[in-house]
């Protein structure tokens, strides 16, 4: 995932198929379904923000992290089932907060130039 970063596409491909791989190794079909129909539109949307980012004048260095997901996965595969469930949530925290916070400040910048986003 580390060589895609600089492509937005190519990495929202390789974050997807981690996330597929995890929940499909979770041996829940059902929860796998729907994981897959309610994320898909999100990664789409995790595309759109890395890359308005990218071109954003300003934009710091943090701006453009994308998560540690080799922490993650060592935390799942060598941690207690605990330690497992918490870096799932932060996880998810994380990118929750992140994803809202960008989705705000292009909401910003777009109410300065007379754009809406529809809120």
Not at 33 to 59: C, E, W, Y
Not at 80 to 89: D, F, G, N, W, Y
Not at 99 to 119: D, E, H
């Amino acid at each position: 995932m580390r060589r895609a970063e600089s492509n937005s596409r190519d990495f929202a491909q390789l974050d997807f198929e981690l996330h597929d791989t995890l929940w499909r190794l979770a041996g829940n079909g059902t929860m796998h379904r729907h994981l897959t129909l309610l994320t898909l539109p999100l990664f789409a949307m995790g595309t759109i923000m890395r890359r308005s980012r990218r071109l954003a004048k300003g934009a710091s260095a943090a701006d453009y992290r994308y998560g540690d997901h080799r922490s993650l996965i060592r935390t799942i595969c060598e941690g207690s089932e605990t330690e497992a469930v918490e870096a799932i949530r932060s996880h998810i925290r994380e990118n929750w907060t992140r994803t809202r916070a960008a989705r705000a400040r292009i909401a910003l910048g777009m109410r300065s130039t007379g754009v809406s986003l529809g809120m």
